[in-house]
């Protein structure tokens, strides 16, 4: 769905080539640093990737004042700003007002804005209160955009040069505003005499942030005009290729080259080509397999589950997850002997091969898949650190355990680790020549 | 180690009450967001309890020209600053150059600053290198800030009204520098006279966030000086109370007395005056009931798991949970009658019935509790649209069953409200009187 403002449409007439860009977050919890703003770098991203140059970002807090002086410095900076945060119906909202005073015009009703706030609100069965209509209140000349998974809607303004789009804050909220209000309305803008940033990501597993880096050393040098990021978002290391062309189909093959090269130097700890995530990657090839799974967890304690089932469709692949924290439910569901259990303990090869075969026989299933381990921060022994964890695999031919041990040492890593490890060697069995 | 700048300690004899400062970060990194700036947020906190009010934060790229303009700039407005990145070795290293050009004066070298980078290096058994050199040349005037972490030394320089403090970008160096260096100064600067600022966090669940707002109408009218925010972590709204204030006694009755109106008002859909998650506050009363607990899922495919078992100890109650996609899991694993299934299909009242009494007595547990529904995108009819959820819960007199309708309309929002619902359920069993 593109929304393209209507008013702002016939804006500017002539295309622009370099469009200067700042982004702004408001709020207190921002400014504070209770809260990590991750939005600015998200609209960075996507600004970039639109051909605009972004200069600089900004935070103030939730302060009339503050806001107004900071949108009205900026207004004779740039081009286009994307400011988010303050649009909610509360008190301390104060966006729609600093706009206001910024661009010397008053808050008026918009019926519009009004309109989509009611229809939102019936979808949700809920009523208008008060606080509500607040959100409909706008400054004098801006436009109103839909919000269409919240209350509150964005709107636009003009102020000095500058074209403001003022998003909430709610990271989801504001991506889908970003990408159905925003983006589209720069594309229009620019009537194809823009230049293209193009990103392509890599996602990988496996290898630590600085030997990734190693391996792709003489990467910008072979390839001039490619920038290179590496984005980890633990414990997924994404290798970003950036580039910037006026010529579309030049930046694609030379996007395409640097990829190869990249896929190439990582080898087997590259899953995907297309950024995607370890669960969907894994998720494509039970499909593509006509296959099965099904899951036993201890130490993982329903995240492999969890992050297989955030793919939609994993119902035709998922069957069925038995999360075993106690030895009893690991006897009785899955089938484990008590005997191995009283020998081994729950951390050990032969009661994971034992787990993962349960749990596939169980539901039926082509692959079983199973953890065992110690996430922390307590349990650890000597013999058996926080951080240890055993993974079995059951497959129709063969049953086979891997025992490792991480140091990360906080819960929810660990907790990660396994599971995105557990993925991993499933991956590395269905599709052993990746790359 | 505390590491006060010797000639910075006589710039201001009088104790500032309020120092105004800001917060900036450099580098392209960050500028087009390809990394998310983690640093400020950090710094801002710090910069908070040490009792300075934080106005701005800025991000510039690595650019001499726009990075000594936002210095010029900054140096007009604040008292203090806190700047990293753009330290290193390297070519697009700029920021000495960008302070000196803002400052007016020129580059030197800094015998000091070699002598911390050679020593450093020592202890690494490196050879110091051309390009470390240029780590040792900084602005005329500024004071070197030793970093006992890494190679690039800070530096301490006024400018206009402000004190830069110049920190590496690593968030390490960066933190371990703060502390050592540029905490302890701000302490000695405020001499004893400084203001402290407390937050409150009551966690809430059920309300929307304009209703929460509603609710709290009068607050800050009631407790002068008590600021008001509140924020949303999807599903659960967190009730943030600030102060700012010179007597710290004061600050925590008042905190207090606000915290108690709070609860008042928003009554059964608070669950924590301490922030505290759900799957913690239920925790802690499986804890306090010495009770156990055993989970089946479908819909939520392993979530209620993975909440409950993030949360340190959980091993001491959570026993089992059985995540069952297909109908024969829910028959084999969890004991639901065929006919059931038949009869009223896999999203009904006497299925998840079944379902959480099922997983209770295959484990064992106190409870058990239990979800089907639907997360969508696919899988929806008219009569059981995508968002619809059935709960059991099972305790050891009833077993109950539950239905709603939530319209969030996205797959992972389904399964989040899905999962919260069926706690805070158990949670209002557990404990009808919190508030």
Request: hydrophobic letters at 40%; aromatic letters at 6%.
């Given at each position: 769905m593109?929304?393209?403002?209507?008013?702002?449409?016939?804006?500017?007439?002539?295309?622009?080539?370099?469009?200067?860009?700042?982004?702004l977050?408001?709020?207190?919890?921002i400014?504070?640093?209770?809260?990590i703003?991750?939005?600015s770098a998200h609209?960075?991203?996507?600004?970039?990737?639109?051909?605009?140059?972004?200069?600089?970002?900004?935070?103030?807090g939730?302060?009339?004042?503050a806001?107004?002086s900071?949108?009205?410095?900026?207004?004779t900076?740039?081009?286009?700003?994307?400011?988010?945060?303050?649009?909610?119906?509360?008190i301390?909202?104060i966006?729609?007002?600093?706009?206001?005073?910024?661009?010397?015009?008053e808050?008026?009703?918009?019926?519009?804005?009004?309109?989509?706030?009611?229809?939102?609100?019936?979808?949700?069965?809920?009523?208008?209160i008060?606080?509500n209509?607040?959100?409909?209140?706008l400054?004098k000349?801006?436009?109103?955009?839909?919000?269409?998974?919240?209350?509150?809607p964005?709107?636009v303004?003009r102020?000095?040069?500058?074209?403001?789009?003022?998003?909430?804050?709610?990271?989801?909220e504001?991506?889908?505003m970003?990408?159905?209000g925003?983006?589209?309305?720069?594309?229009?803008?620019?009537?194809?005499?823009?230049s293209?940033?193009?990103?392509?990501?890599?996602?990988t597993?496996?290898?630590?942030?600085?030997?990734?880096?190693?391996?792709?050393?003489?990467?910008?040098?072979?390839?001039?005009?490619?920038?290179?990021?590496?984005?980890?978002?633990?414990?997924?290391?994404?290798?970003?290729?950036?580039?910037?062309?006026?010529?579309?189909?030049?930046a694609?093959?030379l996007l395409?080259?640097?990829?190869?090269?990249?896929?190439?130097?990582i080898?087997e700890?590259?899953f995907?080509?297309?950024g995607?995530?370890m669960?969907?990657?894994?998720?494509?090839?039970f499909?593509?397999?006509?296959?099965?799974?099904?899951?036993?967890?201890?130490?993982?304690g329903?995240l492999?589950?969890h992050?297989?089932?955030?793919?939609?469709?994993?119902?035709?692949?998922?069957?069925?997850s038995?999360?075993?924290y106690?030895?009893?439910?690991?006897i009785?569901?899955?089938?484990?002997?008590?005997?191995?259990?009283?020998?081994c303990?729950?951390?050990?090869?032969?009661?994971?091969?034992?787990?993962a075969?349960?749990?596939?026989?169980?539901?039926?299933?082509?692959?079983?898949i199973?953890?065992?381990?110690?996430?922390g921060?307590?349990?650890?022994?000597?013999?058996?650190?926080?951080?240890?964890?055993?993974?079995?695999?059951a497959t129709?031919?063969a049953?086979?355990?891997?025992r490792?041990?991480?140091?990360?040492?906080?819960?929810l890593?660990?907790?990660?680790?396994?599971?995105?490890?557990a993925?991993?060697?499933?991956?590395?069995?269905?599709?052993?020549?990746?790359?």
């Open positions: 593109e929304i393209i403002p209507k008013k702002l449409e016939t804006v500017n007439r002539e295309p622009l080539l370099i469009m200067l860009s700042e982004i977050a408001t709020g207190d919890e400014l504070t640093g209770a809260v703003d991750s939005n609209i960075a991203q996507k600004l970039e990737e639109a051909g605009m140059e972004v200069v600089r970002h900004g935070c103030v939730d302060d009339v004042e806001l107004a900071i949108l009205k410095e900026i207004s900076r740039a081009d286009l700003s994307v400011v988010t945060g303050g649009l909610g119906p509360t301390d909202d966006t729609a007002e600093a706009a206001a005073r910024a661009a010397g015009v808050l008026v009703f918009d019926q519009e804005a009004m309109s989509y706030i009611e229809d939102f609100l019936k979808t949700q069965g809920r009523d208008v008060a606080s209509k607040k959100q409909a209140i400054p000349g801006s436009e109103c955009l839909v919000n269409s998974v919240g209350t509150a964005g709107f303004l102020i000095g040069r500058c074209i403001f789009f003022f998003l909430p804050g709610v990271p989801s504001m991506r889908k970003l990408s159905d925003v983006l589209p309305w720069i594309d229009k803008l620019q009537k194809g005499e823009r293209f940033n193009l990103v392509k990501t890599i996602s597993f496996g290898l630590a942030e600085a030997s990734v880096n190693e391996r792709l050393a003489g990467l910008t040098e072979k390839f001039p005009g490619i920038k290179l990021g590496l984005r980890a978002k633990f414990p997924i290391i994404y290798v970003k290729l950036y580039i910037r062309e006026k010529d579309k189909e030049r694609n093959i395409e080259n640097a990829s190869e090269f990249v896929l190439n130097k080898g700890f590259a995907s080509a297309d995607e995530s669960e969907a990657v894994v998720g494509g090839l499909r593509r397999e006509k296959a099965t799974i099904a899951v036993a967890e201890s130490c993982t329903g492999i589950s992050l297989l089932t955030n793919v939609p469709g994993s119902s035709d692949y998922f069957l069925f038995g999360v075993a106690s030895n009893k439910a690991k009785k569901v899955l089938g484990v002997s008590e005997a191995t259990l009283k020998e303990g729950a951390v050990h090869e032969e009661t994971v091969k034992q787990m075969d349960g749990a596939r026989r169980v539901a039926g299933a082509t692959f079983g199973s953890t065992s381990g110690i996430a921060p307590g349990g650890g022994t000597h013999e058996k650190p926080v951080g240890t964890v055993c993974i079995g695999i129709p031919e049953v086979e355990a891997y490792f041990n991480f140091q990360f040492n906080q819960r890593r660990n907790k990660r680790i396994f599971a995105i490890t993925l991993d060697l499933l991956r590395r069995k269905l599709n052993p020549h990746f790359s």
